[in-house]
């Protein structure tokens, strides 16, 4: 069964750092395209940052560029966004995606075929 798990979501101050985690099981990671969605209160849901596994290139939205970074454990099957520089912008249900659909970096939400339960991720003082 084809799963995604997020984790590492929570509550952090203005400035701080999360680390989110997303674990694949059922099927592995590599060759596919595995993208950072979020979603927050009243807002439609929108990619922030993708990893190509096929040679690791990463790629940013212009809101968190700088602060994200995207990376993959291949031993794990995980894929993990370390945040910093958190802002209360950032408040939103993050989840991450991907599927046998998408060959490259693409923040279509239609484009992908399996998706995690989303971790909430909360900054406020």
């Known amino acids: 069964q084809v799963q995604l798990v997020e984790s590492g979501g929570g509550l952090v101050q203005p400035g701080g750092s999360l680390r989110l985690s997303c674990a694949a099981s059922g099927f592995t990671l590599n060759y596919y395209v595995i993208t950072w969605f979020r979603q927050a209160p009243g807002k439609e849901r929108k990619g922030i940052s993708c990893?190509?596994?096929?040679?690791?290139?990463?790629y940013y939205a212009d809101s968190v560029k700088g602060r994200f970074t995207i990376s993959r454990d291949v031993a794990k099957n995980t894929v993990y966004l370390q945040m910093n520089s958190l802002k209360p912008e950032d408040t939103a249900v993050y989840y991450c995606?991907?599927?046998?659909?998408?060959?490259?970096?693409?923040?279509?939400?239609?484009?992908?075929?399996?998706w995690g339960q989303g971790t909430q991720v909360t900054v406020s003082s």
């Open positions: 995606a991907t599927g046998p659909r998408t060959r490259y970096c693409d923040y279509d939400v239609g484009d992908y075929d399996y």
């Open positions: 990893i190509v596994t096929s040679d690791d290139s990463t």
